[in-house]
Nanobody, 124 residues
Framework: VQLQASGGGLVQAGGSLRLSCAAS????????MGWFRQAPGKEREFVAA????????KYADSVKGRFTISRDNAKKTAFLQMNSLKPEDTAVYYC??????????????????WGQGTLVTVSS
């Protein structure tokens, strides 16, 4: 599967953005989908993930209650709805797919497909 992330941009603190991750190629529903982010000078970190049919989700503590991950297997797209954005959410956001995992993973090495990243900038 090939992944294409989009939807990033510049937003003021307290605002919202919705990221999309469009897939092409192999069956999208074979993949657990995750979102990660990487801020300048920092390591890539887990944000959220959703199981193959959307029944299970996980979130980083820093985004719980503010971000919502979802997927539409018919449209081969995963989403990350980000509300109440903070300046510390500024990062390049990457979507990723895990075809072989059993549970929803939070480590980058568990994911074998990556999108190109989309920049989210939150101004104070």
């Amino acid at each position: 599967v090939q992944l294409q992330a989009s939807g990033g941009g510049l937003v003021q603190a307290g605002g919202s953005l919705r990221l999309s991750c469009a897939a092409s190629g192999r069956t999208f529903s074979d993949y657990i989908m995750g979102w990660f982010r990487q801020a300048p000078g920092k390591e890539r970190e887990f944000v959220a993930a959703v199981s193959r049919i959307g029944g299970s989700t996980k979130y980083a503590d820093s985004v719980k209650g503010r971000f919502t991950i979802s997927r539409d297997n018919a449209k081969k797209t995963a989403f990350l709805q980000m509300n109440s954005l903070k300046p510390e959410d500024t990062a390049v956001y990457y979507c990723a797919g895990d075809r072989t995992g059993v549970g929803v993973a939070t480590t980058p090495r568990s994911y074998d497909r990556w999108g190109q990243g989309t920049l989210v900038t939150v101004s104070s």
